[in-house]
């Protein structure tokens, strides 16, 4: 029986079961957070991703009402933006070697043109066309260092190299910085080099070796 807000237990000669109305609460608490009266209910995962798939269907729901079209515009935009993004990735190679794009030219000690010409056909030969422009790049750089149109100098990178060589050859200018971003692109922006590729670049190295130099006073400084 409850009486006053408090419950009251009777029976026989027991004397009453007086309970206040706080303990009742606590007790009813404690009764309801038992596991069996929980056990089908979703787990905190399950709410989460619940929660998270409605806020996404109502996102694109509230898109597609704004934009033209309607669901088929949100999905033309959709697809202009990965092509954007893709174009982006494609042109400017993985952003973690891109940044790097102002490596050296050399990485390992002197060796002579003739000996990473060699390299170059050997890499050539077996379908390595990334090595193989590499390789020849160094030729060309190694080949203007050994006729002396370029100062032995470590730590030059590929971009300074044809700067300065297009000094002494400014008939090849654009060739020489082509045949630079070209091993920069290769070498730290991720990109991929073909028999093309590496065809012009052994052009470019035969004709300068065969080509006279503008004499500018001596060597670079």
Do not use: C
């Amino acid at each position: 029986m409850i009486t006053g807000g408090l419950i009251t237990i009777a029976g026989g000669d027991t004397p009453p079961l007086t309970t206040g109305r706080e303990a009742a609460r606590e007790a009813a608490e404690r009764e309801l957070a038992k596991p069996i009266y929980h056990q089908d209910e979703p787990g905190l995962l399950q709410r989460a991703l619940d929660r998270f798939w409605e806020w996404l269907g109502e996102f694109f729901d509230r898109a597609s009402g704004a934009t033209p079209g309607g669901g088929l515009g949100l999905l033309v935009i959709a697809l202009l933006v990965v092509l954007a993004v893709a174009a982006l990735w494609w042109r400017l190679g993985t952003p973690h070697r891109t940044a790097r794009g102002a490596g050296t030219l050399f990485d390992e000690g002197p060796r002579s043109a003739a000996d990473h010409r060699a390299a170059a056909d050997a890499h050539a030969a077996a379908g390595r066309w990334n090595e193989a422009v590499r390789e020849r790049m160094r030729a060309v750089v190694r080949s203007l260092e050994e006729r002396t149109l370029l100062d032995p100098r470590p730590g030059r990178t590929a971009d300074e190299a044809a700067a300065e060589a297009a000094r002494s050859l400014p008939a090849h200018a654009d060739e020489l910085r082509a045949a630079a971003r070209t091993f920069d692109d290769v070498t730290y922006g991720g990109r991929t080099a073909d028999a093309d590729t590496y065809a012009r670049l052994r052009t470019l190295d035969l004709t300068l070796d065969h080509t006279k130099p503008i004499l500018t006073g001596g060597p670079t400084p």
